[in-house]
């Protein structure tokens, strides 16, 4: 998977957000690879269990991430900004969204998209091209 991440200086380390993916080799997220991306156990709002390593050096991390840092490293486009997409997963408030049916969307005359509907524990739903 390649990534485009964003090579500034980390931010400062606090629990609520989680730590910002970073190799502190390299000083930079310029090389960082994600490797994978998952539910802390317990569960908390908005921070994921993340796994990289970095191209550069061959560095290896892993820790809880905010969801909206995970997304900065994978070039997220911005299209649903509190939600990340790693492979076929959505991920908000931390976990997996769950499928919670199909539907049909209708745009334009003659132009019908069919969707997948996916639902949050916490209540948020978002449709994605089937």
Known sequence: ????????APTSVSAPSGRRPWCEYCHTDEHL????????????RDLVDVEYTCSECDGYYAHPAAVCQVAKILGDDGTAPSVLRFGHD?????????????????????????????????GFRLAVPN
Request: glycine share 8%.
């Open 90 to 122: 959505y991920i908000h408030c931390g976990e997996p969204m769950q499928d919670a049916g199909r539907d049909i969307y209708r745009g334009l005359p003659d132009v019908t998209v069919p969707t997948r509907i996916l639902r949050c524990r916490c």
């Open 33 to 44: 690879v994600v490797e994978s991306i998952g539910p802390l156990s317990p569960s908390q």
């Open 1 to 8: 998977m390649s990534t485009t991440p964003l090579a500034i």
